[in-house]
């Protein structure tokens, strides 16, 4: 059973930075793409970047695209998302999932998911 756990979510005001993790066990990490997704109320899940097996190729959304950066620790089984200029409007539950595939930017091709982590920013 794979199990993913977020953490590093809290409430942080406007231009503050914030890094969130995920801890993947019970499966082989380095198998996996991660990506890292965000639901905030009333909005659809939203795509926020995906990483490759080995760490090489990154993918991110527009909207966070130049303010956030994914990278992995495959020796540690763990996947980061290091956040900066955060504004309003990256205030979300912010999910971590993992895909036995290649990197994707669709929540259909992940396989597994963790519980989520608010993320709350103020202006």
């Known amino acids: 059973q794979v199990h993913l756990e977020e953490s590093g979510g809290g409430l942080v005001q406007a231009g503050d930075s914030l890094k969130l993790s995920c801890v993947v066990s019970?499966?082989?990490?380095?198998?996996?793409?991660m990506g890292w997704f965000r639901q905030a109320p009333g909005k659809e899940r939203e795509f926020v970047a995906t990483i490759g097996r080995t760490g090489h190729r990154t993918y991110y959304g527009d909207s966070v695209k130049g303010r956030f950066t994914i990278y992995r620790d495959n020796t540690k089984n763990t996947v980061w998302l290091q956040m900066s200029s955060l504004t309003p409007e990256d205030t979300a539950v912010y999910y971590c999932a993992a895909d036995p595939g290649q990197i994707s930017d669709l929540d259909a091709e992940y396989d597994y998911w963790g519980q989520g982590t608010q993320v709350i920013v103020s202006s």
């Open positions: 019970g499966g082989t990490f380095s198998t996996y793409a």
